[in-house]
C-alpha cells in the first residue's frame, strides 16, 4: 500500500492521491489575465495526475502584485479564462485550487529574470503597502503603512508581513502581541469562511519561521494554527521565510518538513510539507510516518510535470493514465476517469 496514492476526503471534496503541485509565479499575465502559457503549465500538471493543481499566487487587488507580470483575480474579467484552466484540470480528476495573494511590501518589482528590483511608477510601477513603512531591502521600493480602515477592506497574502515582528511596528490593534499581530490574518479568514462554500476545503499557507533570532517562530505558528482551526480553516501549508533578506536558511531535502510535522501533531489539523522533496521514496516516507497528511512540489514539478506517474511506477501503485498516454504505462495500467 502507498500512503502517496491514497484518496484524501476534505469536506465535499475526495482528492485522489497526496501529491500536490504548489503554487509557482510565472510572471507571465498582462494586466493579471491567465493565458495559452498558463493553460499549458497548469494543464499538463493535472495530465500528469497530481491530486490538487494550485494554480500561481492570483492578486486580489494590482497593487498586490509582486511584479507587473503576476496573475490576478481582482476582475471577474479575470474569470473565464481561470475557469476554463479549472475545467480542464478537474476533466483529468485532479482537483483545482488557487492561491490568494498579496505581495504587501514586495510589491512593484521586475520579474526575477530582470533582476528582481523596485521598479519606479513612471515605468509602470506602484506604491506598495505593508503593515509599517518598512523596506524588505534596499533594492526593495518603501511601502505605504495601511490604514486601520484600509485592513477592514484589503484581502490577501500581507499576513505574514503583519504577524512577523520585524515588519510590523504598529502600535495600534493591529501591531504588537501575537493577538494584534495575528489579527488581520483571523479577520480575513472568517471573512473568506463566510464566502467559500461550506463544502471546499480552505488552506493556509504560513511561513512557519523568520529563521532569525527573536522573530516568527514554530511556537507562534502552532498557536496560529490552533487559533484558525476552529475558524474553518482546513489545512495549514507550513513554507517558511521570505520576510528577512539577510535570514539564513538551512536548506536541504524536506527542511521544512518538521514544522508540518510539528503543527499537525500539536494541533490535531492536516498539514502540507513543502520544501526540497523530490523524490518518491522521500515523499512516501514523509506521509508514512505521520509528518503531513499532503506533499505539495514546486521545482521539482517544473523539471517533470509527469512526477506523480513516475512515482507510481517506482512505488509500484497501478496509477490511472489519461487513455491518451495509456499506451505508455506499465502492463495493466488502469484509465483515467474522466470528470465532467
Known amino acids: ?35 495559452e ?21 492570483a492578486a486580489v487587488t494590482p497593487e498586490g502584485r509582486i511584479t507587473p507580470q503576476d496573475l490576478g483575480i481582482w476582475s471577474s474579467d479575470h474569470i473565464p479564462e481561470l475557469s476554463r484552466i479549472a475545467r480542464f484540470v478537474k476533466g483529468q480528476g485532479s482537483f483545482p485550487a488557487v492561491q490568494l495573494a498579496h505581495a504587501g511590501r514586495k510589491g512593484s518589482t521586475s520579474r526575477p529574470w530582470e533582476g528582481g528590483t523596485s521598479i519606479a511608477e513612471d515605468h509602470g510601477g506602484w506604491t506598495p503597502i505593508a503593515p509599517s513603512a518598512v523596506r524588505f531591502s534596499e533594492t526593495y521600493p518603501e511601502p505605504r503603512a495601511l490604514a486601520v480602515e484600509e485592513i477592514h477592506a484589503a484581502h490577501g497574502y500581507l499576513f505574514h508581513e503583519f504577524y512577523s515582528p520585524f515588519s510590523n511596528r504598529r502600535e495600534d490593534s493591529y501591531g504588537g502581541s501575537f493577538e494584534n499581530r495575528t489579527r488581520f490574518l483571523r479577520e480575513t479568514v472568517v471573512k473568506v469562511r463566510q464566502k467559500w462554500p461550506a463544502e471546499l476545503p480552505l488552506f493556509v499557507r504560513i511561513s ?25 480553516v482546513d489545512l495549514i501549508d507550513c513554507s517558511s521565510g521570505g520576510n528577512i533578506a539577510t535570514a539564513k536558511i538551512p536548506l536541504g531535502p524536506g527542511y521544512q518538513t518538521p514544522f508540518a510535522e510539528r503543527v499537525r501533531r500539536e494541533v490535531g489539523i492536516l498539514t502540507g510539507a513543502v520544501g ?53 504505462g506499465p502492463p495493466g495500467t488502469p484509465i483515467r476517469k474522466k470528470e465532467d
Open 1 to 35: 500500500m502507498s500512503f502517496l496514492f491514497e484518496t484524501l476526503q476534505i469536506r465535499g471534496v475526495t482528492l485522489p492521491n497526496r501529491i500536490v503541485v504548489s503554487p509557482m509565479c510565472q510572471y507571465s499575465s498582462v494586466d493579471g489575465f491567465a493565458n
Open 37 to 57: 502559457w498558463h493553460f499549458v503549465h497548469l494543464a499538463s500538471r493535472a495530465v500528469g495526475g497530481a491530486g490538487v493543481v494550485f494554480s500561481e499566487a
Open 208 to 232: 512557519s519561521t523568520d529563521w532569525v533570532e527573536n522573530g516568527w517562530d514554530i511556537e507562534q505558528s502552532v498557536e496560529l494554527a490552533r487559533a484558525l482551526k476552529p475558524l474553518g
Open 276 to 328: 526540497l522533496i523530490t523524490s518518491p521514496l522521500q515523499a512516501e516516507h514523509i506521509l508514512r510516518t505521520g509528518q503531513a497528511d499532503l506533499v505539495l512540489l514546486a521545482r521539482e514539478m517544473l523539471r517533470d510535470p509527469y512526477w506523480p506517474l513516475r512515482a507510481a511506477r517506482e512505488l509500484g501503485v497501478p496509477a490511472p493514465y489519461p487513455v491518451q498516454y495509456a499506451r505508455s
